[in-house]
């Protein structure tokens, strides 16, 4: 069993940053792969980017590529998502996601296990 808890979201103005944070227990990131899902008011849950524990490569979907970046602290047991040059369209609950299991990295279907989710608010 693998408990995620998010953190770090809340306000910011359009241009701004923010860092989330995904610590994980119950099993060490190395032997796990994890992604960042968010959704949006009124959308449908979106992949936002992802790292596989095996090769350690990290994919991004295309509306934050160069903006956001996924890192990870072992020791920490911890995931993280810096989000830069935020924009209103990031405006969504962000959920950390772990354990790939299905075909498709982006479909939400392949992820066993999600945390609550933490809110991010992009003001123009």
């Given at each position: 069993q693998v408990q995620l808890v998010e953190s770090g979201g809340g306000p910011v103005q359009t241009g701004g940053s923010l860092r989330l944070s995904c610590a994980a227990s119950g099993r060490s990131l190395r032997t796990l792969s994890m992604a960042w899902?968010?959704?949006?008011?009124?959308?449908?849950?979106?992949f936002v980017g992802g790292?596989?524990?095996?090769?350690?490569?990290?994919?991004?979907?295309?509306?934050?590529?160069?903006?956001f970046t996924i890192s990870?602290?072992?020791?920490?047991?911890?995931?993280?998502?810096?989000?830069?040059?935020l924009k209103p369209e990031d405006t969504a609950v962000y959920y950390c996601v772990a354990d790939y299991?299905?075909?498709?990295?982006?479909?939400?279907?392949?992820?066993?296990?999600?945390?609550?989710?933490?809110?991010v608010t992009v003001s123009s």
């Open positions: 899902f968010r959704q949006g008011p009124g959308k449908e849950r979106e790292v596989r524990w095996n090769t350690g490569s990290i994919n991004y979907a295309n509306g934050v590529r160069g903006r990870r602290d072992n020791a920490k047991n911890t995931m993280y998502l810096q989000m830069n040059d299991r299905g075909q498709a990295m982006g479909s939400p279907d392949s992820w066993h296990y999600w945390g609550q989710g933490t809110q």
